[in-house]
């Protein structure tokens, strides 16, 4: 760990202008982006005192190297550009509210000739109408509920043909969630009728449908239709329980979110509840771990700033109001900032009085209890993840402590179609984004020692290429502020770069034991990497292997850190085994058609779908081979002498399923 004396700027290299600053690890990885209105008063206090610092932030600053700023012109400036970077550079210790997905919205395509009701996320489609945001459990029961009564089409679109060119409707046709447009029991205009007034219901006509179906009950009572009287009984309680789910809070012209938090010394629980014509149509809720010492107005604005910043991408899904418990941090950029990207004005307020607070009472209890249940289940699994940790880096002797572990396993039949995963564990737990695949072809693929050494080889590599190319960024230095702020360039619309898998870890684990270890130490030798510590797990004893060592270690059966490494080697294995299924499973079928020199994917296509059977294609003269979409005089011509056997790589077996041996073209 660095020592945050060691990379101090000097107080008078510091500007007093506003700016956005940036921490940097050893390895040149931003590790925290932060905002300023003075940033000589803000990167004063991180080098104080930094053993006054909370412990988040005593650990970012001994974590970093070195620190970086760059001076803008205004506030507003400083509010986008750390956005920008935070969204580029993923910081770790940065306050970030994840939740695990984007907003579920119910959509109804009435730009198609046969409108489809779905759920979709994301950006905005043209001709489409959207109802929400639910909760993805709300969502598909409310859609459910309702094609019950509005039978709209909620197949894709080769689920639709399928069923069209068959004359079969699909099972949702069957069992009356379907009027079939596909098979002509509806025409295309009722159809649309239909969709219409399943927006119309959705848009907060629940009663007209309900009163026309009692009537139509009452109708059916009076001619003794006692069967189509319940059924429109049991649509009628199904509107009903609909309608119920999304009840009236506010005034029926009310398009808000109401955010609500609760906190304490280390984190703080937020919960959203999204407020649509009046009716809340759904909840979200984030735990947040503090960085730095955030006041409450803090955490409003980086709250709304990450939220609104992903999802407010596409126009439209900001509501007029948003509702929060106190006023943000430069609440005035903020609501400038909202009201570009929704393209209106956004209005940033905190209710006092009326409906509106006593909502947002209930969105706070709701905080409260999620923040109560996040420390119960998160308890045992900080302490157990932390005691792992601190086994592991003691047994193995490291000096580093292990905030990333990356674990590599080979996997292979016979030597066929050889493959090698990498999974990543980062503060104890996967980190999914960052697990790598790989296909290992050559004299690699000859065994395990040579094709770890080439996993290895290759995967650290890409390090080193990423970090000579990485280009240091000039700290921005004048003692003029103002001339430094009209030289800064604000760039706020180049897309963040594709995150890489570069980033180098603590520990390297590889499934096998000392031949795999030391094929693995010296591939790291090779590309002159020392700073990266290598064992493996063996599966027979259980044993911890070192490179060079004769001896393996020996971890207790109840060690944490032993459970810990066994569960990255097995979901390394896990993830290895389900990429040589994969690819197993794609060599298992072999046509005739793949030899064929110039012949891609979607000619062979062409050409099965136009004689319907490689048997076909072999019987068909050179003009009849023209005659399929793509392919040209010269490319029957070939076709013709490969089947022959006058070309240079002619097909004399038939095609074959490789795991039972079965003919499957002839």
Not at 578 to 605: C, E, I, N, W, Y
Request: aromatic share 8%; glycine share 8%; charged share 25%.
């Amino acid at each position: 760990m660095a020592n945050p004396a060691s990379y101090r700027p000097r107080t008078g290299e510091i500007p007093t202008n506003p700016g956005v600053y940036r921490f940097r690890d050893p390895h040149g990885r931003v590790i925290y982006v932060g905002k300023a209105k003075s940033l000589r008063s803000r990167l004063n206090s991180y080098f104080a005192n930094p053993a006054g610092l909370l412990p988040k932030t005593y650990a970012m600053v001994h974590a970093a190297s070195s620190v970086e700023w760059t001076v803008v012109g205004s506030e507003l400036e400083s509010l986008q550009l750390e956005y920008t970077w935070i969204k580029e550079f993923k910081p770790r210790f940065n306050v970030v509210f994840r939740d695990d997905k984007t907003y579920p919205y119910l959509a109804v395509t009435l730009g198609e000739k046969y409108p489809r009701v779905q759920v979709l996320r994301g950006d905005k489609r043209k001709g489409t109408r959207y109802f929400g945001p639910y909760t993805a459990g709300a969502i598909r029961e409310t859609m459910d509920t309702l094609l019950r009564v509005f039978p709209v089409r909620s197949c894709s679109a080769g689920v639709f043909k399928r069923a069209e060119s068959s004359g079969r409707p699909c099972l949702l046709g069957y069992i009356d969630k379907c009027s079939a447009p596909c098979v002509g029991r509806i025409s295309p205009e009722d159809h649309r009728a239909l969709a219409e007034d399943f927006c119309a219901f959705m848009g907060g006509e629940a009663k007209r449908f309900t009163n026309k179906l009692e009537k139509q009950m009452a109708a059916a009572v009076a001619r003794l239709d006692y069967e189509q009287a319940a059924r429109l009984r049991d649509d009628i309680t199904a509107l009903r329980k609909v309608f119920e789910r999304n009840a009236v809070v506010l005034a029926e012209d009310t398009d808000a979110d109401v955010f609500a938090l609760h906190e304490d010394e280390l984190e703080a629980a937020v919960q959203v509840f999204h407020v649509r014509g009046g009716r809340i149509r759904g909840q979200r809720g984030w735990v947040v771990e503090k960085v730095e010492d955030f006041t409450t107005p803090d955490l409003v604005e980086h709250l709304l700033q990450q939220v609104y910043g992903e999802d407010g991408e596409t126009h439209g899904r900001l509501p007029r109001e948003v509702l929060v418990p106190v006023a943000p941090s430069n609440a005035e950029e903020l609501t400038e900032w909202l009201s570009g990207i929704r393209g209106a004005r956004v209005d940033v307020r905190v209710p006092q009085r009326g409906d509106k607070a006593a909502l947002m009472s209930t969105v706070r209890e709701n905080a409260e209890h999620a923040l109560k249940l996040h420390k119960t289940r998160r308890a045992g699994d900080l302490t157990v993840r932390s005691q792992a940790l601190q086994e592991l880096q003691e047994a193995l002797d490291l000096p580093v402590p292990l905030l990333r572990i990356e674990c590599f396993d080979v996997s292979h039949v016979q030597g066929t179609n050889v493959v090698a995963s990498m999974v990543v564990v980062e503060d104890g737990l996967p980190k999914k984004s960052d697990y790598r695949k790989f296909s290992i072809t050559g004299p690699a693929a000859s065994d395990d020692t040579a094709a770890m050494h080439d996993v290895l080889t290759r995967r650290f590599r890409h390090y080193l290429q990423d970090k000579s190319a990485q280009v240091d960024e000039a700290v921005l230095e004048s003692p003029d502020g103002d001339a430094a702020a009209e030289d800064a360039v604000l760039d706020t619309t180049t897309p963040a770069p594709k995150a890489k898998f570069a980033y180098p870890p603590n520990l390297v684990v590889v499934d096998g034991g000392q031949p795999q270890v030391n094929a693995a130490a010296r591939a790291l030798a090779d590309l002159g990497i020392d700073d990266v510590y290598v064992v493996g797990l063996a599966k027979r004893l259980e044993e911890v292997w070192l490179p060079d060592s004769d001896f393996p270690v020996i971890l207790p059966r109840t060690s944490q850190g032993l459970y810990l490494l066994q569960r990255i080697r097995d979901e390394a294995h896990r993830f290895a085994i389900s990429f040589h299924r994969q690819k197993r499973g794609k060599a298992m079928t072999v046509s005739a058609l793949d030899s064929v020199p110039g012949l891609g994917a979607s000619k062979r296509k062409a050409l099965l779908t136009h004689f319907g059977s490689v048997k076909g294609v072999k019987a068909a003269t050179p003009e009849e081979l023209a005659q399929a979409k793509g392919i040209g005089p010269a490319l029957a011509a070939a076709i013709v002498s490969h089947f022959s056997g006058d070309g240079p790589a002619a097909v004399t077996v038939p095609a074959i399923n490789m795991t039972t041996g079965e003919i499957i073209e002839t």
